[in-house]
Nanobody, 123 residues
Framework: QVQLRESGGGLVQAGGSLRLSCAAS????????MGWFRQAPGKEREFVAG????????YYGDNVKGRFTISRDNAENTAYLQMNNLKPEDTNVYYC????????????????WGQGTQVTVSS
C-alpha cells in the first residue's frame, strides 16, 4: 500500500526557513513524479512545486518561485521542500503527492497524498 508521510512543519517567523520532508513507503518511488501542494481552510488546494522522476525537471507555483526549492532522494524514497524567506501568506497545511505523469500542476492528476503538515509563519 502506498503511503506518504510529511514532516518538518512548524511555527517560524517571517523571513525564516523550514524544510519539509515526504517519506514514501513503496520501493518504486523513482517511477513517480512528486509534488507539493498547500491548502488553507475554505480555499482550494494550491500547487507549490513539482519534480520529475529524476531531478532534471522542477517546476514551481508563481507564489513561491525564487524562495522554495524542491528536491528528491530516490535512494531514500524521500522528497523535500526547502522553504526560505517565508511570509505570513505561506501559512497553510502542506501536502506531498505522487503522480505517474510528469510536469503536472493540477491536483487532480496526483494519485497518492500524504496527511499534511502545518506551516505557520508569524509576522
Amino acid at each position: 500500500q502506498v503511503q506518504l508521510r510529511e514532516s518538518g512543519g512548524g511555527l517560524v517567523q517571517a523571513g525564516g526557513s523550514l524544510r519539509l520532508s515526504c517519506a514514501a513507503s513503496w520501493v518504486t518511488f523513482g517511477n513517480f513524479a512528486m509534488g507539493w501542494f498547500r491548502q488553507a481552510p475554505g480555499k482550494e488546494r494550491e500547487f507549490v512545486a513539482g519534480i520529475g522522476r529524476t531531478e532534471g525537471s522542477r517546476y514551481y507555483g508563481d507564489n513561491v518561485k525564487g524562495r522554495f526549492t524542491i528536491s528528491r532522494d530516490n535512494a531514500e524514497n524521500t522528497a523535500y521542500l526547502q522553504m526560505n524567506n517565508l511570509k505570513p501568506e505561506d501559512t497553510n497545511v502542506y501536502y506531498c503527492a505522487a503522480t505517474s505523469n510528469e510536469d503536472e500542476t493540477g491536483s487532480q492528476y496526483y494519485d497518492y497524498w500524504g496527511q499534511g503538515t502545518q506551516v505557520t509563519v508569524s509576522s
